[in-house]
């Protein structure tokens, strides 16, 4: 089957490439932690909504507990970090329990509610995670409550260990760029995301690929023609659970810290939903490009919001409106506005524009 | 086995669950008194949350439309309620039961009214345009319910709210050694008279025959000649309003409110409509009852578990009966 590559879409899939570049060169392109922090953030959230684009967008499915799986990964990979003291075999043994947690939800959720009317799931996984939110809190012996879980990391990740070292015996710089713990850390980072994103690219690619692709169009012909529709959704929203787990677990090690708010709050939901959207569902590179715009929003319009309700604090209603409280208000708003007029977001529309003519 | 099944089938088959629930509960608690208490804090509970849930299965019967942003309503009405309140403080204080009630009538009313516009607008703004796609609607009202809670955290600001409760129903009755708060009888009869009313008007009325024929067969009805999306604005305005109410009685009932009282009671008003079977008001009846019972029950004979009781109690519900206990949808 040959595709015809339309000219959106070749430049959708080089605006994808050039932010893969500026993430590969970032802590050479942007040297204060600020900026490696945000793009550490982008790594992760790219994995994380392209997963959640892999049941929202290719097989039709809504599920708001996408970020319970994340917060299983991390709190995994978070517990036995603090439990075991730092070292692989706790990120590794932390990240696996998490995983398979994960994996057993997504097992125990799919059975029960994948096979019943597809609006009862939304409600389910919302139920899901609004509880295991609440575990999280309550278990405070071993997810530390409110205030989470503050944790070392292997060695090697640390920002004082010296990859390379000068004559003089410190920290041997690249281009200007410290070689310490901390580009360790981000690299890591960028490599996992890297495989797990074109894991996933692959995925779409195959024959399972098509196959959610014609249940979300149409389930009952899916059915008619053979595919068990129940296996093949439980089979998606395990493998987007395990990836998000993963993602959380990576997540974790790169903030050295876990908690409700960064790792299961229902504001990550509502981010991934809002990247998911913007950027477009059904098209892997879709993740891409939200993920990476609403996390700069969120590092540096929110900044700029606050510095402008200052600066116009004699007017009046103004400031009102651009405190960067209201921030989630305005962006719920713009959610609701981009669902009615580009539900396909933005790779979506762009890909389409020459596809038609 | 097989006659004792039929028996209870003809008794009421599901009906009889809650009683079951209750017996069991009985013999588990073991001190009647406290089985007494639990037992009407927990049918109150399920009154208030029946308010809640039955706008949005009906909304649901009806017309196909999942409303994520329902709870909004809820916490919308618990904080106008709570404010109107706040204002008729004076009157609330005084020894007079009418002024009292003027006061607690008058919060109830103003949630209600509130309920009924924020229906209409809703309704024409944000689900309209997405009939009959479920994916957007989904994501449409969820988008909602985030501009309507970040409202009230505006209006309102982010601290917890005192409620001031009417003095005659303030303090509890005592019989024999049972002490049973005023305010659980007189939430638990508030909602039975609008159960019934509901009912009857479900059950008695021409506007009622033809929003249960809607429910049952839509195009049917519209072939027929029937309005049905005009019919569907006031039922979607009536549930907003419903839930306003529940909101406002439930602000009364925990007499301290936050803003993040819609999203936690979101959670159980699903679990009432998926346990009850979407469309019927009997099924939400019976399941906001049953969460109520089973919440209050678990919370006094393992305060652990408490958390988990909601969604323990639909996955086996779920179990047993996938489409819920009494589901009007085909």
Same mark, same amino acid.
């Given at each position: 089957?040959?595709?015809?590559?339309?000219?959106?879409?070749?430049?959708?899939?080089?605006?994808?490439?050039?932010?893969?570049?500026?993430?590969?060169?970032?802590?050479?392109?942007?040297?204060?932690?600020?900026?490696?922090?945000?793009?550490?953030?982008?790594?992760?959230?790219?994995?994380?909504?392209?997963?959640?684009?892999?049941?929202?967008?290719?097989?039709?499915?809504?599920?708001?507990?996408?970020?319970?799986?994340?917060?299983?990964?991390?709190?995994?990979?978070?517990?036995?970090?603090?439990?075991?003291?730092?070292?692989?075999?706790?990120?590794?043994?932390?990240?696996?329990?998490? /995983?398979?947690?994960?994996?057993?939800?997504?097992?125990?959720?799919?059975?029960?509610?994948?096979?019943?009317?597809?609006?009862?799931?939304?409600?389910?996984?919302?139920?899901?995670?609004?509880?295991?939110?609440?575990?999280?809190?309550?278990?405070?012996?071993?997810?530390?409550?409110?205030?989470?879980?503050?944790?070392?990391?292997?060695?090697?990740?640390?920002?004082? %260990?010296?990859?390379?070292?000068?004559?003089?015996?410190?920290?041997?710089?690249?281009?200007?760029?410290?070689?310490?713990?901390?580009?360790?850390?981000?690299?890591?980072?960028?490599? %996992?995301?890297?495989?797990?994103?074109?894991?996933?690219?692959?995925?779409? /690619?195959?024959?399972?690929?098509?196959?959610?692709?014609?249940?979300?169009?149409?389930?009952?012909?899916?059915?008619?023609?053979?595919?068990?529709?129940?296996?093949?959704?439980?089979?998606?929203?395990?493998?987007?659970?395990?990836?998000?787990?993963?993602?959380?677990?990576?997540?974790?090690?790169?903030?050295?810290?876990?908690?409700?708010?960064?790792?299961?709050?229902?504001?990550?939901?509502?981010?991934?939903?809002?990247?998911?959207?913007?950027?477009?569902?059904?098209?892997?590179?879709?993740?891409?490009?939200?993920?990476?715009?609403?996390?700069?929003?969120?590092?540096?319009?929110?900044?700029?919001?606050?510095?402008?309700?200052?600066?116009?604090?004699?007017?009046?209603?103004?400031?009102?409106?651009?405190?960067?409280?209201?921030?989630?208000?305005?962006?719920?708003?713009?959610?609701?506005?981009?669902?009615?007029?580009?539900?396909?977001?933005?790779?979506?529309?762009?890909?389409?524009?020459?596809?038609? %003519? | 086995?097989?006659?004792?099944?039929?028996?209870?089938?003809?008794?009421?088959?599901?009906?009889?669950?809650?009683?079951?629930?209750?017996?069991?509960?009985?013999?588990?608690?073991?001190?009647?008194?406290?089985?007494?208490?639990?037992?009407?804090?927990?049918?109150?509970?399920?009154? =208030?949350?029946?308010?809640?849930?039955?706008?949005?299965?009906?909304?649901?019967?009806?017309?196909?439309?999942? !409303?994520?942003?329902?709870?909004?309503?809820?916490?919308?009405?618990?904080?106008?309620?709570?404010?109107?309140?706040?204002?008729?403080?004076?009157?609330?204080?005084?020894?007079?039961?009418?002024? !009292?009630?003027?006061?607690?009538?008058?919060?109830?009313?103003?949630?209600?009214?509130?309920?009924?516009?924020?229906?209409?607008?809703?309704?024409?703004?944000?689900?309209?345009?997405?009939?009959?796609?479920?994916? $957007?609607?989904?994501?449409?009202?969820?988008?909602?319910?985030?501009?309507?809670?970040?409202?009230?955290?505006?209006?309102?600001?982010?601290?917890?709210?005192?409620?001031?409760?009417?003095?005659?129903?303030?303090?509890?009755?005592?019989?024999?050694?049972?002490?049973?708060?005023?305010?659980?009888?007189?939430?638990?009869?508030?909602?039975?008279?609008?159960?019934?009313?509901?009912?009857?008007?479900?059950? $008695?009325?021409?506007?009622?025959?033809?929003?249960?024929?809607?429910?049952?067969?839509?195009?049917?009805?519209?072939?027929?000649?029937?309005?049905?999306?005009?019919?569907?604005?006031?039922?979607?305005?009536?549930?907003?309003?419903?839930?306003?109410?529940?909101?406002?009685?439930?602000?009364?009932?925990?007499?301290?409110?936050?803003?993040?009282?819609?999203?936690?009671?979101?959670?159980?008003?699903?679990?009432?409509?998926?346990?009850?079977?979407?469309?019927?008001?009997?099924?939400?009846?019976?399941?906001?009852?049953?969460?109520?019972?089973?919440? !209050?029950?678990?919370?006094?004979?393992?305060?652990?578990?408490?958390?988990?009781? !909601?969604?323990?109690? =639909?996955?086996?519900?779920?179990?047993? $009966?996938?489409?819920?206990?009494?589901?009007?949808?085909?």
């Amino acid at each position: 089957m040959t595709q015809q590559i339309n000219r959106g879409e070749r430049f959708v899939k080089l605006v994808v490439l050039l932010i893969a570049a500026l993430l590969l060169f970032a802590p050479f392109l942007f040297q204060d932690i600020r900026s490696l922090e945000v793009a550490a953030r982008i790594c992760v959230f790219i994995v994380l909504v392209a997963s959640y684009d892999l049941l929202i967008g290719y097989t039709g499915i809504v599920s708001f507990a996408h970020t319970m799986f994340f917060g299983f990964g991390a709190y995994g990979a978070a517990i036995a970090l603090k439990q075991m003291g730092p070292g692989w075999d706790a990120v590794i043994l932390g990240t696996l329990a998490g /995983a398979l947690v994960s994996l057993v939800m997504a097992v125990a959720i799919g059975l029960l509610s994948l096979r019943v009317k597809a609006i009862f799931f939304a409600m389910i996984t919302l139920a899901a995670a609004s509880v295991a939110m609440v575990l999280a809190s309550q278990l405070s012996q071993f997810t530390g409550g409110e205030d989470g879980i503050t944790y070392k990391t292997p060695e090697i990740f640390k920002t004082a %260990t010296k990859l390379a070292v000068t004559e003089e015996g410190k920290v041997a710089r690249l281009f200007g760029v410290k070689l310490n713990g901390k580009l360790a850390a981000y690299y890591f980072v960028f490599a %996992t995301s890297l495989v797990l994103f074109l894991f996933m690219i692959r995925l779409v /690619a195959s024959p399972i690929g098509t196959v959610l692709k014609a249940i979300r169009e149409n389930e009952a012909r899916a059915e008619a023609i053979g595919y068990r529709v129940v296996a093949y959704r439980t089979f998606i929203f395990c493998v987007a659970a395990v990836i998000a787990s993963l993602a959380g677990s990576v997540y974790s090690i790169w903030l050295k810290y876990t908690g409700p708010e960064t790792a299961l709050s229902f504001t990550i939901m509502i981010d991934i939903l809002l990247m998911v959207v913007i950027g477009g569902m059904g098209t892997m590179y879709g993740a891409v490009i939200g993920a990476v715009l609403l996390v700069l929003a969120q590092y540096y319009l929110r900044d700029l919001m606050g510095s402008a309700a200052e600066a116009l604090s004699e007017i009046p209603l103004l400031p009102f409106i651009l405190e960067p409280d209201r921030w989630l208000f305005w962006l719920g708003i713009i959610f609701i506005l981009l669902v009615y007029f580009f539900p396909r977001g933005i790779a979506g529309t762009l890909s389409e524009k020459d596809a038609k %003519t | 086995m097989e006659r004792l099944l039929t028996a209870i089938d003809r008794t009421g088959g599901v009906n009889l669950l809650p009683l079951a629930v209750a017996f069991v509960a009985f013999f588990l608690i073991g001190v009647p008194s406290s089985w007494v208490t639990l037992t009407v804090a927990g049918l109150a509970m399920g009154m =208030m949350i029946f308010l809640m849930a039955s706008g949005l299965s009906l909304v649901f019967g009806l017309m196909d439309v999942l !409303n994520f942003g329902h709870s909004a309503f809820v916490s919308f009405g618990a904080f106008v309620a709570a404010s109107v309140l706040g204002w008729l403080a004076g009157w609330l204080g005084s020894e007079s039961v009418a002024l !009292n009630a003027a006061a607690i009538f008058l919060a109830f009313l103003a949630a209600i009214a509130f309920g009924l516009a924020a229906g209409w607008f809703f309704e024409a703004v944000i689900i309209r345009p997405v009939y009959h796609d479920h994916l $957007r609607q989904i994501l449409i009202t969820m988008g909602a319910l985030i501009v309507a809670e970040q409202m009230i955290l505006a209006i309102w600001g982010g601290t917890p709210i005192n409620v001031p409760r009417p003095n005659f129903l303030e303090g509890s009755v005592l019989m024999g050694d049972v002490a049973i708060e005023k305010y659980r009888v007189f939430a638990f009869l508030l909602g039975l008279v609008v159960y019934l009313a509901l009912k009857f008007t479900l059950n $008695r009325t021409r506007i009622g025959l033809l929003i249960r024929a809607g429910v049952e067969n839509r195009e049917m009805v519209e072939a027929l000649g029937f309005r049905i999306d005009r019919l569907f604005i006031a039922v979607f305005m009536v549930g907003s309003a419903l839930a306003a109410l529940g909101g406002a009685m439930w602000a009364g009932y925990e007499t301290l409110i936050t803003p993040a009282l819609g999203a936690e009671m979101m959670i159980v008003v699903f679990i009432v409509v998926i346990i009850g079977g979407l469309g019927s008001i009997e099924g939400t009846l019976l399941g906001a009852i049953m969460v109520g019972l089973v919440a !209050n029950y678990v919370g006094f004979l393992a305060p652990k578990l408490a958390l988990a009781s !909601n969604m323990i109690l =639909m996955m086996v519900i779920l179990l047993w $009966r996938p489409n819920g206990l009494r589901p009007a949808v085909k």
